[in-house]
């Protein structure tokens, strides 16, 4: 059975920066994409960034790509999501997903396993 766990969320003022990470454990294989999501109050979740664990190719939102920076620890099965400069419009609750693929999709309805959220606040 797959798990994502995710943590690293908080609050913090604009400018400043969060580690998000994301504990994964039952992935049988590396045939996986990993992505980050979000998801702000009234709004759709949104493609954030995503990684796949074979080659480690990376994809970004246009709005985070020079700020954000996504990564694995293979040996530990873990995805990070480095938030630098954040900003108010950041502030959402994020998601880690996985995805039975080694071709990275940026639809969220493409991938089969999520985890519980992690909440980041940015204030201005």
């Known amino acids: 059975q797959v798990q994502l766990v995710e943590s690293g969320g908080g609050l913090v003022q604009a400018g400043g920066s969060l580690r998000l990470s994301c504990a994964a454990s039952?992935?049988?294989?590396?045939?996986?994409?990993m992505g980050w999501f979000r998801q702000a109050p009234g709004k759709e979740r949104e493609f954030v960034a995503a990684?796949?664990?074979?080659?480690?190719?990376?994809y970004y939102l246009d709005s985070v790509k020079e700020r954000f920076t996504i990564s694995t620890d293979n040996p530990k099965n873990t995805v990070y999501l480095q938030m630098n400069s954040l900003k108010p419009e950041d502030t959402a609750v994020y998601y880690c997903?996985?995805?039975?693929?080694?071709?990275?999709?940026?639809?969220?309805?493409?991938?089969?396993?999520w985890g519980q959220g992690t909440q980041v606040t940015v204030s201005s």
């Open positions: 997903a996985a995805e039975r693929t080694v071709v990275v999709h940026r639809n969220p309805d493409t991938y089969d396993y």
């Open positions: 039952g992935l049988t294989s590396s045939r996986y994409a």
């Open positions: 990684i796949s664990w074979i080659g480690g190719r990376t």
